[in-house]
C-alpha cells in the first residue's frame, strides 16, 4: 500500500469546471510534489513544497494552482483547464535533505472534455 | 547539459532468466542515482538508490544495481526475472549542483517478461 494518499482516483470535467486534487502523507515529510505524467512517459515536476511553502514552479499555467495548508497536505485546484491537460496527475513527498527517494501516491487520472 | 539515457524502450525477458534495464547519465560531480517502478494503473514506486559507498547497490523485490563511474552507468539488475516484475522501469538522477528536489528522469524502458 502506499504512504501517499491521492483523491480522487479519477476525474472528468469539463473546460469551465473548477475542480481540486487532493494529497495527504503522514510520513512527517517535509517536501511535497506535484507532477504530470503522459502516458508511458517520464513524470514532470510541476511545484514543490518545502516546509509549507513554494519552493519550486516549473513555469505551470496559472490555471494551475497549488496548495498546501499544513505539512501533511497538498492540493491542486484546476480551473479552466484545456483538453491537453489531460493526464495522470501525481504527487509525491520526501524528507527534504540530498539523496532522499521521493515516494508517490498512485495518482489521479484526469480527463479534460 | 545535465542528462539521463535508457537506451532501450523495451526489454524482453523469459521468466527465470537474469534480467538488465540500462542506465547512463551525463552530469557534472558525484550524482545521486535512482532507480523507480511503475506498474499499471499506479505511481511511481523507489527500487534502490546510489550515493556513495559500494557500487553494487541492492533494494526492493530483489533487485540491485551497479554504479560505474567511468562508464556513468547505473544498470538495473535481478538474477531470476519474475512474470510480476513486468512493468515500466525509471532512471533518475539529482544534479548535485541543483536543487534536492529536482529530478532528471530517463525515457523510461518497458520490462515484459515472458512465461
Known amino acids: 500500500d502506499t504512504e501517499v494518499t491521492q483523491t480522487p482516483k479519477h476525474l472528468v470535467m469539463g473546460m469551465t469546471n473548477k475542480k481540486s486534487l487532493k494529497c495527504e502523507q503522514h510520513?512527517?515529510?517535509?517536501?511535497m510534489y506535484w507532477y504530470k505524467q503522459k502516458a508511458k512517459k517520464p513524470p514532470e515536476l510541476m511545484f514543490v513544497y518545502s516546509y509549507e511553502k513554494l519552493s519550486i514552479n516549473e513555469s505551470v499555467p496559472s490555471r494551475f494552482s497549488p496548495e498546501c495548508p499544513n505539512s501533511s497536505l497538498l492540493n491542486l485546484h484546476l480551473h479552466a483547464l484545456q483538453p491537453e491537460d489531460s493526464a495522470l496527475y501525481l504527487c509525491?513527498?520526501?524528507?527534504?535533505?540530498?539523496?532522499?527517494?521521493?515516494?508517490f501516491g498512485d495518482g489521479t487520472r484526469l480527463s479534460i472534455l | 547539459a545535465q542528462s539521463v539515457a535508457q537506451p532501450e524502450d523495451q526489454v524482453n525477458v523469459a521468466e527465470g532468466n537474469p534480467l538488465t534495464v540500462k542506465c547512463t547519465y551525463s552530469?557534472?560531480?558525484?550524482?545521486?542515482l535512482f532507480w523507480y517502478v511503475q506498474y499499471p494503473n499506479r505511481g511511481l514506486q523507489f527500487l534502490l538508490k546510489?550515493?556513495?559507498?559500494d557500487n553494487l547497490v541492492k533494494g526492493s523485490y530483489g533487485f540491485e544495481a551497479e554504479f560505474n563511474k567511468s562508464q556513468t552507468s547505473f544498470h538495473l539488475k535481478k538474477p531470476s526475472a519474475l512474470v510480476s516484475d513486468s512493468a515500466l522501469y525509471f532512471c533518475?538522477?539529482?544534479?548535485?549542483?541543483?536543487?534536492?528536489?529536482?529530478?532528471?528522469w530517463g525515457a523510461g524502458t518497458k520490462l515484459i517478461i515472458k512465461p
Open positions: 510520513m512527517g515529510h517535509r517536501a
Open positions: 552530469v557534472s560531480g558525484n550524482p545521486y
Open positions: 533518475a538522477v539529482r544534479d548535485p549542483l541543483g536543487s534536492n528536489y529536482q529530478l532528471i
Open positions: 509525491a513527498s520526501s524528507q527534504g535533505q540530498s539523496g532522499q527517494p521521493q515516494h
Open positions: 546510489y550515493i556513495t559507498g
